[in-house]
């Protein structure tokens, strides 16, 4: 096969247009694109902006069309809100048939109808999913009337019925989805592709003795609360919450909760943060804790490793194949405080080989090489290419 005949016109579809570490499919939105393009595919990503007006600009190798003008824009999100995607569809098909692709790949469902029309007009058009999470499954979008639910399940149905491919991010929860719907799909985990301004640091980090950190939403289903109930047993440590006040009443309940248990002096919640900030807030504190009920994109884990800082997850979170120790994997309160006691309890130089042991896996295993090795295949519709232990065929549980 020539270079020639292996080059693609691609196109991805995503409502993440913001890829900062907040938002784990606008990371993996723009690592995917230049990952294909790295490898000489012509790539353009769809996606969504606030402003009033459409625009296209080139980032690199890839072309990055904005589709803006939707009604009751939020300029502080980082995503299209859910009840615009109907309309960014309409106006994304009107933009996308003006040339044509070899592969349409959509994060997730919101395309889903651009793609079922553009791919009504050119049959031969490949259709590559990523699917990190399902309402079917988690329920995320709760509460909604059932009218709502009904079309959300529909949409997922029909997207993961028609699209070619499915990627899933996990073992664990591929496992779940190709039971679902009864057909093959890929396991390939995200790529840790840095896209901080901060890339190197010249010092050492500073460690603050008995400093954990909790990065992401404040919402029920970080299950926050989880870090709170136990660090009454754990008296010489300290929690910093960086969170957008995304769900205040649950902040609320969350300060309230601390007061009981007599530990909210020994909680901050710093808010909002930039990118860089984050990365030292990782790197400065001890632990990093994410107690998610779930958690579709694997940089929740990833970011803290990738670091040098250790990171503990719910067995429920899906974070586990990331994590790859079960030292750091809690399944209960109770285990949640033993877990956290062990880690900080090690010696300095079992942390620092700890850490350069983090440090290598996620360059090695979740790194632009290896997951390119694993992607890049199936834009040629030559599945054999893929690692066999990345696969599953028809799996049915």
């Not at 079960?326 to 010696?347: G, R």
């Amino acid at each position: 096969m020539t270079t020639k005949d292996r080059m693609k016109r691609i196109a991805i579809l995503s409502t993440s247009y913001f890829p900062n570490i907040w938002n784990g499919q606008g990371r993996a939105t723009f690592s995917t694109a230049y990952m294909l393009a790295s490898k000489g595919h012509e790539v353009s990503v769809f996606t969504y902006t606030p402003k009033g007006h459409n625009f296209v600009q080139q980032d690199g190798q890839v072309s990055v069309h904005y589709i803006g003008n939707l009604s009751d824009k939020k300029e502080n999100a980082t995503s299209l809100p859910f009840e615009h995607i109907a309309e960014w569809n309409r106006k994304l098909i009107g933009i996308i048939q003006d040339k044509e692709y070899d592969t349409i790949v959509l994060m997730n469902n919101p395309g889903w109808q651009c793609a079922k029309s553009y791919r009504a007009l050119h049959l031969d058009t490949q259709i590559i999913s990523f699917v990190p999470f399902l309402y079917t499954f988690t329920g995320w979008l709760q509460p909604l009337t059932l009218e709502l639910e009904k079309e959300i399940k529909h949409r997922e149905a029909e997207f993961i019925a028609e699209s070619d491919v499915l990627i899933a991010h996990t073992e664990k929860f591929g496992r779940k989805l190709a039971t679902y719907c009864n057909r093959e799909l890929y396991v390939i985990p995200n790529c840790h592709l840095d896209l901080s301004a901060s890339k190197i640091f010249i010092n050492k980090p500073n460690k603050i003795k008995g400093q954990m950190c909790f990065v992401g939403r404040a919402n029920r289903e970080k299950s926050l609360e989880r870090i709170i109930r136990v660090m009454p047993n754990l008296g010489n440590t300290t929690l910093i919450v960086a969170s957008p006040k995304s769900s205040p009443e649950y902040q609320a309940t969350l300060m309230s909760l601390a007061k009981k248990l007599d530990v909210e002096h020994r909680i901050e919640f710093i808010g909002w943060k930039p990118t860089k900030e984050i990365r030292e807030l990782y790197r400065s504190s001890c632990l990093a804790i994410v107690p998610s009920q779930f958690e579709p994109f694997g940089y929740a884990a990833l970011d803290p490793m990738s670091l040098g800082t250790p990171v503990i997850v719910s067995e429920w979170s899906c974070l586990e194949e990331y994590v790859n120790n079960k030292d750091n994997v809690f399944s209960s309160i109770i285990t949640l405080e033993s877990k956290i006691a062990a880690c900080l309890s090690l010696s300095d130089t079992q942390k620092e080989n700890n850490a350069e042991v983090n440090k290598e896996m996620v360059s090695t295993f979740f790194g632009v090489d290896y997951i390119s090795k694993q992607l890049e295949p199936l834009f040629h519709q030559d599945s054999s290419l893929v690692e066999t232990n990345n696969g599953f065929s028809n799996y049915t549980g």
